[in-house]
């Protein structure tokens, strides 16, 4: 019974702490060094202040990846109706030859970096990264606000680019 209980106790605590919002990158996340479309390296915190005072809408996504390419015509129009946002797009496609390629293929218009060891590496893990696309904001002050979202009609969204 002890046991039982001792396994609900920690079952509980996994679940409440998993649900708590995160309202910051962590140093790993922030120093972990992103590729560019040139092939340097720079880490996430720099390109974060390159866009400092600005709404930044985080697109994690690849080309090869079905749910992703499904909500590109969405997230067009969320460019359209927030020229304001900067739309920062994180691929984790395998090679930077396909990122390229995807950006061009689907007309992914933003500012574009790529995540060189995919979901599974320690970007990914960093974020908590289970399911692409996954989008995330930055508010003007730099706060992230928006930790979580897979589905552009989330309505948190709309919320935070509404603020």
Known sequence: MKKLLLLLTGLGLHISCAQVPQDHFSKET???E???LEGEKI???KVLKMYEG???FIDVWASWCPDCLK???EVKHLQEKYPEVTFLFLSVDKTPESWAKGIEKYDVKGEHYLISDGMKGA???SIALDWIPRYMVVNKEGKLVLFKAIE???ERIIEVLNQ
């Open 30 to 32: 922030l120093s972990y």
């Open 34 to 36: 992103l590729q560019t």
């Open 43 to 45: 880490p996430f915190e």
């Open 54 to 56: 600005r709404t930044i």
């Open 71 to 73: 909500s590109l015509p």
């Open 123 to 125: 970007f990914g893990k």
């Open 152 to 154: 552009t009609t989330d």
